[in-house]
């Protein structure tokens, strides 16, 4: 079977864009939320309430994190600017930003199983606040490889899109050539000479 209509293919696009774009505005708005309500708490309150969460996330990192996440949530705005003006260079900062969170995020996962097994071989019963932050990375990490594609998928059709419009403004419209139909196309004299019409001149 061949491939659908282009334009379901550029609305399929499109809807995945958007889909991406909002649950990354989605996580953002909410990792930003919790950042700020623990840097209001003090270190020592978050250390004894949550002893496991504080673990596998020190409180050290919060405020990092959150300009971290701001910032991103800047560029993702600024992602959506460059889709309806065409603007690829307001794309980069988002990609960059979207793969430092990525890492941010991987690495948390990854030191959350260390944590992990270190509470299972203490026979620790785990938090529920550890659970959710094991289960919430694990799932953003793999949303967030697969919105890289489609982030990247459409900085290349920016970047087409551009190219288009700067091939259209640079061709020279041609001036189509008007013939006259009276117009000759010799260049010999096109008067008629014969002796039939010359009359001399008039004797002195």
Known sequence: MGDGPPCLAAAGAL???????????LSAGLSIAF?????????????FDHS????????????PLLII?????ITLMAFGVSLKLVLPYLVL??????VL?????????VYSVICLVQFLNSGRALSLEFCILLATTSIFCLFEAYSLSVKYAAFKN???????????????????????PFDSFSRRSTIIITDDYYAPPPSV
């Open 15 to 25: 809807g995945a864009i958007i889909c991406v774009s909002l649950c990354d505005a």
């Open 69 to 73: 996440l701001m910032i991103w949530l």
């Open 158 to 180: 920016i970047v087409k899109r551009k190219k288009a419009v700067h091939g259209n403004c640079s061709e020279k419209p041609q001036i189509a050539e008007v013939v006259d």
């Open 101 to 109: 969170v990525l890492g941010i995020a991987l690495s948390i996962f």
């Open 93 to 98: 900062p988002y990609l960059t930003l979207s």
């Open 35 to 47: 950042l700020i309500f623990r840097i209001a708490q003090s270190e020592s309150s978050y250390a």
């Open 52 to 63: 496991q969460l504080e673990k596998a996330l020190p409180f050290t990192y919060f405020l």
